[in-house]
């Protein structure tokens, strides 16, 4: 059952430019949504985070969309830099249980 | 600031065995969640522990099993080992039920078990 899906296993973009994640969820219930970034050999690191009552939270150069009526938020990176390459969860939480992505691999270009 | 630690980062076990994780929590953090995370995919929850008690559990079988102790550090346990529990096992704490569940978590590097 799985109720978070990130359909783009992979995204590679130049240094500089926009990187758009993309996450689908089908349970309304929800309340938070949020992105980690995770890096080889490390655990996951909270990155930012939405409330299910607003559809915009900005935390520098990372902006987190969320659509109610379609399910589906974004994360968008800008400008995006070499550090970023990274794995990002998309993850959904309802009463303290927590539902991940299965993640996307982006890769940042010189 | 201590950060979460796991323990062991890497072991070995054979089908049927049993096998004990470990993790510490970030100091001053009074939750405790576990994931398992397979490879491909994302982490998985198994179950959440405030303040010794269980509070939340995903959708695995008994045999996963887990302590927290009175210093918030805990133990996931999982016996009658099956090929299929081969995964990476994170552990993240967070500084109270309302940080677990908003989602500011704080993982540890995992322990990535492998059974064969």
């Known amino acids: 059952d799985q109720q978070v899906k990130q359909n783009s296993p992979s995204l590679s973009v130049q240094e500089g430019r926009i990187s758009i994640l993309n996450c689908d969820y089908t349970n309304s219930m929800f309340d938070y949504f949020l992105w980690y970034k995770k890096y080889p050999a490390e655990g996951p690191t909270f990155l930012i985070s939405?409330?299910?009552?607003?559809d915009k939270n900005e935390d520098g150069r990372f902006t987190v969309f969320l659509n109610k009526s379609a399910k589906h938020l974004s994360l968008h990176i800008v400008p995006s830099q070499p550090g970023d390459s990274a794995v990002y969860f998309c993850a959904a939480t309802s009463w303290g249980k927590f539902q991940f992505g299965a993640g996307t691999q982006v890769v940042v270009t010189p | 600031e201590t950060g979460v630690t796991q323990s062991p980062t890497h072991l070995i076990k054979t089908r049927g065995q049993q096998v004990t994780l470990r993790c510490s929590s970030q100091s001053g953090h009074n939750t405790v969640s576990w994931y398992q995370q397979a490879l491909g995919q994302g982490p998985q929850f198994i179950f959440q522990?405030?303040?010794?008690?269980?509070?939340g559990r995903g959708n695995f079988p008994p045999r996963f099993s887990g302590l927290q102790f009175p210093n918030y550090s805990s133990e996931l346990n999982v016996n009658a080992l099956e090929l299929d529990d081969s995964a990476l096992y994170l552990c993240?704490?967070?500084?109270?039920?309302?940080?677990?569940?908003?989602?500011?978590?704080?993982f540890g590097e995992g322990s990535r078990l492998t059974v064969l």
């Open positions: 993240a704490s967070s500084s109270d039920l309302t940080g677990a569940n908003t989602g500011e978590l704080f």
């Open positions: 939405i409330s299910s009552i607003k």
């Open positions: 522990y405030y303040r010794e008690e269980e509070n």
